[in-house]
């Protein structure tokens, strides 16, 4: 079987865009799937890196790399970049060499094409949607204490957010399958779409058991330490604040106790702990540092604690958590995908307030809770389990195959 994947990110791009796929082509080939992938050139990929370029492409792996629109119009931008890809895609790609296309968003300039695709070939596609695209967003810098931009936003909602639904509606259309990473994602894209059931599928994230594997030794704690890895006060300020507070009354109450957090160190960090008067040994920030190397800092943690918002998805670094099996404090609304996931184990807490993270951490400290679940089965949240979701599904789409395909 051969197979493309369409991922814009890709190796040796770093960041979280490219790890669900990198992952599962390791995966494909070493399973001895014929794997292309169609991604960006490394010029382009090493502008968004930050000079992250550590990824190396998995053995077998074929790469086609495309270059991208480069022109910056305001709020059509997007639109114009996929029209540009359509027309470019078939000009590197033959699609008769393949028997499927598996295309990740976002970002979501990459489904312009596949209307046009379906129309002139006899290819099966599948989309995976690790993120919602048009009709949902995921809060990002310090949103929520943002004011609204006014017009700004409601031009960018009815001429960009318009042009970017009917794309991602045509695609579902013509789509064998679509996944998604959350229930909560899955409902909200057939609901929006109108599309059947039947035309989605869930597969999550999950943590790379390949880099967990053997991490380097890292020096014990000589206090109780909370751990982070990756953003912090980056989705809402007031709930991290209220961890850094929970940790300050703590260390008042006679507790040893520090917030260990490995990750970007933006400014306002030090700016709301020194306005609202936190202690500052309550928190010690070791910024960007190799994943592995990270991970084995924060192994030796006592429990770990996460800052979201997210109205749709789980993200990444929770099953990272969930591999070290220790307690996990979530500061997050109720209801939320996360908040669901981290007391779904024995030891997960989900906190909307300062009261309820205080006498969390009271209670995994005091218990003395050494485990996020004494009875989790840790290898059902692995990339290789995920990654035989994807191929289970792959398999799926090309047994149903018809005989002849009609217009959709």
Same mark, same amino acid.
């Given at each position: 079987? #051969? ?46 890196? &930050? ?8 053995? %077998? ?28 895609? *078939? ?37 995976? *949607? +690790?993120?919602? %695209? ?7 810098? =310090? +949103? ?5 931009? %006014?017009?700004?936003? /409601? ?11 009917? =794309?991602?509606? #045509? ?9 998604? !990473? ?10 929006? &779409? ?7 599928? !869930? ?35 007031? @709930? ?10 703590? @260390? ?13 160190? &933006?400014? /306002? ?7 609202? @008067? ?5 928190? +010690? ?6 994943? =592995? ?6 192994? #030796?943690?006592?429990?770990? !604690? ?7 998805? !789980? ?8 591999? *070290?099996? +220790? ?20 030891? %997960? ?33 692995? @990339? ?16 149903? #195959? ?7």
């Amino acid at each position: 079987m #051969k197979i493309l994947i369409i991922s814009p990110y890709y190796a040796p791009y770093s960041e979280v865009g490219a790890v669900r796929m990198i992952s599962l082509t390791d995966y494909l080939s070493k399973q001895g799937y014929d794997v292309t992938v169609y991604c960006l050139s490394e010029e382009e990929l090493l502008k968004e890196s &930050y000079g992250k370029m550590s990824t190396p492409i998995p053995e %077998g792996v074929k790469v086609i790399r495309f270059k991208s629109m480069q022109k910056k119009i305001p709020l059509i931008e997007d639109y114009l970049r996929g029209k540009a890809f359509a027309r470019q895609v *078939f000009k590197d790609i033959n699609f008769s060499q393949y028997d499927i296309v598996l295309c990740s968003c976002g970002p979501y300039y990459t489904l312009e094409c596949l209307p046009q695709v379906k129309k002139k070939t006899d290819i099966l596609f599948i989309i995976d *949607f +690790r993120d919602l %695209g048009a009709i949902n967003y995921r809060p990002s810098l =310090r +949103r929520e204490e943002r004011k609204s931009s %006014g017009l700004k936003n /409601w031009i960018k909602a009815n001429v960009a957010g318009r042009l970017e639904i009917a =794309r991602e509606k #045509k695609a579902i259309q013509y789509t064998d399958l679509a996944i998604a !990473v959350s229930d909560i994602d899955r409902e909200k894209l057939q609901a929006a &779409y109108e599309a059947p059931a039947s035309k989605f599928c !869930v597969i999550t994230n999950g943590y790379d058991e390949e880099k967990l594997r053997d991490l380097p030794e890292a020096e014990s704690n000589s206090s109780i330490t909370a751990a982070v890895f990756g953003k912090f006060m980056y989705y809402s300020q007031p @709930r991290a604040v209220a961890i850094l507070k929970a940790i300050q009354k703590l @260390r008042i109450d006679g507790f040893d106790i520090q917030l260990l957090h490995i990750g970007q160190q &933006y400014p /306002w960090i030090e700016e709301s702990i020194t306005n609202e @008067r936190i202690d500052s040994d309550c928190y +010690r920030g070791l910024g960007l540092m190799d994943y =592995r190397d990270g991970m084995a800092i924060i192994s #030796k943690a006592d429990f770990f !604690v996460v800052e979201d918002t997210s109205p749709d998805d !789980v993200g990444t670094k929770i099953y990272d958590y969930i591999f *070290f099996n +220790r307690p996990v404090i979530a500061a997050v609304p109720p209801d939320i995908p996360l908040s669901k996931l981290v007391l779904s184990f024995k030891n %997960g807490f989900a906190c909307d307030t300062y009261d309820e993270i205080f006498n969390a951490m009271c209670t995994v400290i005091k218990e003395e809770l050494r485990e996020l679940d004494p009875d989790i089965h840790v290898d059902m949240y692995s @990339r290789k389990h995920k990654n035989e979701e994807f191929l289970q599904a792959i398999i799926d789409v090309i047994s149903h #195959k018809p005989e002849k395909r009609g217009s959709k």
